[in-house]
């Protein structure tokens, strides 16, 4: 059974930030990273991407195609020295250009607290000297949490005794959790999950999804990355689906559509594995 704390939280938060849940637009961003002195190298083409409040939308696409750099970008964490051109909107909060790179000082009102990251590599976003209950503890008076570590940690079915755990000593998949637990901790309305399932057997990577679609059905807008097909194919509450290609979107659709899609590419996405 899934911890259902969040989802009164999350419409109490939004209740008090006015009332008015957040989506998120990507609008015709571009985006150069620095990668030698003059030298900048073009990760996002021209991309657009709606996220409406309430949906949960999974981007796909092959390695290298700057998925996790979309995640970036909505979280205002592109490093210093980016080139950024479009927009983005997060709710009534409107960055343009380098804006968005997450220097402007609206981004500290935002991050946590509107907007949540599970960020790729879990294991590392812990600290390795402290335990996970003390640093999720730390994460949830910063961003005046709701909730309770042990209530974020049954909430993304990690055992409890997890908390008392330094990183090292936690699996690649109890990260994970702790990971989703941590960008749960601020009950942020639009939630971006990059590969939260990837270390996850099939069993918890479901848990997890059906986590994420609850967190989209309470109000939040959810962006979930990933390369796990099987599980996006049961997620039939997933609302719509965006193929990524070398920095760009190429399609974004439900899926159901996709999987007929004239693209040879996006339809391969959607092909069953034999
Ligand atoms: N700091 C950086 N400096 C230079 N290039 C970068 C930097 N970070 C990412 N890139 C490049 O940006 C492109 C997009 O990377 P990104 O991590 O967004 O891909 P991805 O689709 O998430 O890949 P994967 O599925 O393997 O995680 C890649 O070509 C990558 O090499």
Known sequence: MLGRGGLASTRH?????????????????????????RERV??????????PA????????????GKSMVAATLCGLLSPGSGVTGRLCLGDDTFLGDEICGRDPRWRALRGRRVGLVPQSAATSFTPVRTLGSQLDEVIAGLDGAREAVELCREVHLDPDALQLYPHELSGGMAQRAAIA???????????ADEPTSALDPDLAAAIWSLLVDTARRGAA??????????????????????????????????ADLESSDDEYVAAFFEPVS
């Open 13 to 37: 938060a939004a209740a008090e930030r006015g009332g008015v849940a957040m989506s998120a637009r990507l609008g015709d961003v571009t985006v150069e990273v620095a990668v030698r002195r």
């Open 42 to 51: 073009r990760v996002l083409d021209d991309v657009t991407l709606d996220l």
């Open 54 to 65: 309430g949906a949960m939308t999974a981007l796909v696409g092959e390695s290298g195609c």
């Open 182 to 192: 941590a960008a749960l901790a601020g009950d942020p309305e639009i939630l971006v």
């Open 222 to 255: 959810v962006l979930v990355i990933t390369h796990d097909m099987d599980t996006l194919r049961r997620a039939e509450e997933c609302d719509s689906v965006a193929v990524m290609r070398a920095g760009r979107i190429v399609e974004h659709r439900a899926a």
